[in-house]
Structures are given as structure tokens and as C-alpha cells.
């Protein structure tokens, strides 16, 4: 279920949001034996970057970056974004 956010008109919102739990899960699941702890998951596209992180048990936060330069930049904030989100949850 998305909880808010702007989408282009011609995405199905809720199939996006389950798509987006998809993805996370199964890259949590494949990283579950790994020594260190899932940050988020980038999906570069040719001109933009999609961000999915987790903000709790049941939430998640997905982002478009449309500048991809800008990138390095934007993480820090989108991951503060996650921990205040957690928060309110």
C-alpha cells in the first residue's frame, strides 16, 4: 500500500509498492549470511536512479533521484529520511 508520494499518472500505485516490498525483501534474503547490514538498493536508469531502503518492520521509503551526478549526495538524506519515517511508525 502506498502511504504517500507523487507517481506519474500511468503507474499503478499499488503495484509499485508491492514491487517495491519485492525487491527488498529478496535482496534482504540474499544478503541475510552476509557480515553487514542492507543500506538500500540502486536501480540505475539511463537517466535517473530509483533508492529503495527500509524505514522499519512494515514501511519502506522509495525515491527517484532524476540527476544521476547528484546521486553520492542524495543518499545521506533519503537515509534520514528512512530513520525519521522508522520513528513515527
Known amino acids: 500500500m502506498i502511504i504517500d508520494g507523487d507517481a506519474p499518472s500511468f503507474i499503478h500505485t499499488?503495484?509499485?509498492g508491492a514491487m517495491?516490498?519485492?525487491m527488498l525483501g529478496a535482496a534482504e534474503t540474499a544478503t541475510a549470511e552476509s557480515q553487514g547490514?542492507?543500506?538500500y538498493?540502486?536501480?540505475?536508469?539511463?537517466?535517473?536512479n530509483l533508492v529503495i531502503t527500509g524505514a522499519g518492520q512494515r514501511v519502506l521509503l522509495a525515491c527517484y533521484v532524476k540527476d544521476r551526478?547528484?546521486?553520492d549526495k542524495v543518499v545521506?538524506?533519503?537515509e534520514e529520511a528512512a530513520r525519521r519515517l522508522k520513528?513515527?511508525?
Open 41 to 48: 538498493i540502486n536501480v540505475e536508469l539511463s537517466t535517473s
Open 76 to 78: 545521506p538524506f533519503i
Open 37 to 39: 547490514t542492507l543500506r
Open 69 to 71: 551526478t547528484k546521486f
Open 87 to 89: 520513528a513515527l511508525v
Open 20 to 22: 517495491m516490498a519485492i
Open 14 to 16: 499499488e503495484t509499485f
